[in-house]
């Protein structure tokens, strides 16, 4: 498949090395791959799978703001198709991380997502919206998407998040019906993940718990857009997108809290873990590391712990800003016990 992709622009790079680069990839039998995995629900659809490739070799050539000239990396940008496995909902890619060619192109960043499946189950005239969208960045180079404040994770990525089906009307700029998928957050789920070889996404979708809106029909500054949620009420606030943790607690009967990293604490019947995976610190020869989640798998940012080590010693302290403890002794893996207070000893 890449041997047979096409050649950048030539006018891209003009200026820089010439016409007579061959711009090409052309990835080595023995190149290093990253997988990416998404377990489709059967009312989603799958988007295109977007893959970037970079180049500090073959440079671009572009005018900043003020039109002056500039050189950044090349880039090389296909799309590639998710293959399902047999029978199951499981569709997969493999992406070579060395592009290869004469350029030494790099794997650089992906995005990839999943929409509605049938628009029209609500309506003739209903199309797809937006949401469900994934970029994941496996170097520090601005990617085709995103808001440029990447989840920084380490090693492999796992992404499992909720999902709800929002049917939104349209009035001013010309009618439209959309339904497209509230989550929490932006658009776009956005990740930097230097050392992923695997990525798997999973969204669950919850089609039982439908929220509809109505746009405004007159613009005014005291006209905000109507929110109908599953349990029949009704509000118009500033929203310009559904309240994802009203809708979390609708399903679950949960308090708003419970679905927040931040303020997770507050949650009156919090359920923290220990992930058993022990992190080696590659820092202090000896010591490693565990991360602290919530129910759901999310690491807990600055959150209290207290374990008994296997050597019957105590360790208490507080997560980092990443849901890892403090770099604890290989004394203390495995734990013979794990608190969370509530708050620090």
Known sequence: MFSRMPMLLCALFFGLSGCRQDYSLSPPADSEKVSVTVKLPKELALRSLQVMYRSASCKRASRGASGQPLEEDGFHSIDMPLERQGQSDLYQASLPVNGGGA????????????TYGMPTFFGERVTWGAGGGVLVKFDRNRSMRGSGSPVVVDGDLTIRKDYYPWLHERFLGGYAKTISLAREGDIFLEYQALQARQVYFEPMFHSDFLVKSEGVKVKSERNYITFTYPDGSVVSDRRSQPDFLKLQTLRTGRARECFSIIRYYKCPDRRPQLLPEWLPDPDKPGFGRYF?????????????????????QSFQGRTDPSGRTQPLPDSAHPPLEVQFPERKW
Do not use: T
């Open 292 to 312: 602290i989640a919530d129910e759901w798998g999310n690491e807990l940012p600055r959150y209290h712990y207290r374990l008994l080590g296997k050597s019957g």
């Open 103 to 114: 350029c030494s192109w790099h794997l650089s960043n992906v995005v990839f997502g999943v």
